[in-house]
């Protein structure tokens, strides 16, 4: 077994049961024999456990911050890369739901403290997250798709706390909608709540 298929199997498992048992109940012993390799194999890679927790952090906001800069760099307009961006999250939450909800639900305390701290390299992808939403945004202000009557910088932070919240619920089963209707509705919403005066009309019309 090569150092990056150990290292991946170590990935997988420690994910599956920290979904199943919760961050603090699952031991490092545990993930390593399930993994297949040795414990002190596991520590080599990751150093302990809080590393491993890192890891599945920083792969899963690196892969969710390559999509949005996908969505950024297709030449949509900023309506229909706000489409795209609610669209793309809740697809990225679905195909990688255990993941989310060990993110979402078990986050040490110790490690938000340090990791998620000013200039950490955690908080600059929370805050790069921000960055690519406001652009987002910036770009339908732009070209007059979406109409902003706040601050772009403090709509993009609604914006992503709207998200946060909405998912960290449904990853606790406190939301009974599915994931892809909850997508539709926060689509809707946000289309409605940033429409330019002409389309709200539309909306109206319509509705």
């Not at 892809?180 to 002409?198: F, G, T, V």
């Amino acid at each position: 077994m090569s150092d990056t298929t150990r290292s991946r199997a170590i990935l997988a498992t420690a994910s599956r049961l920290f979904a199943k048992k919760g961050y603090s109940q699952a031991t490092t012993a545990e993930i390593a024999r399930e993994a297949g390799v040795a414990e002190g194999t596991l520590y080599h890679h990751f150093g302990c456990k809080d590393g491993i927790f890192l890891t599945l952090f920083d792969e899963t906001m690196e892969g969710f911050l390559s999509g949005i800069e996908e969505i950024l760099a297709g030449g949509r307009t900023g309506r229909e890369a706000l489409s795209a961006l609610v669209r793309f999250h809740f697809g990225y939450v679905s195909r990688h739901r255990e993941r989310f909800l060990i993110l979402l639900r078990d986050f040490p305390v110790h490690l938000a403290v340090e990791h998620l701290a000013a200039g950490s390299p955690q908080r600059v992808r929370v805050d790069r997250i921000t960055e690519l939403f406001s652009r987002v945004l910036a770009r339908g202000k732009s070209d007059g798709t979406l109409h902003l009557p706040f601050p772009v910088r403090e709509t993009a932070e609604m914006l992503r706390g709207s998200f946060y919240g909405t998912t960290r619920l449904k990853m606790l089963d406190l939301i009974q909608a599915p994931l892809p209707r909850l997508a539709r509705m926060m689509e809707s919403y946000w289309q409605k709540a940033l429409a330019p005066p002409r389309v709200m009309k539309n909306f109206r019309r319509t509705s």
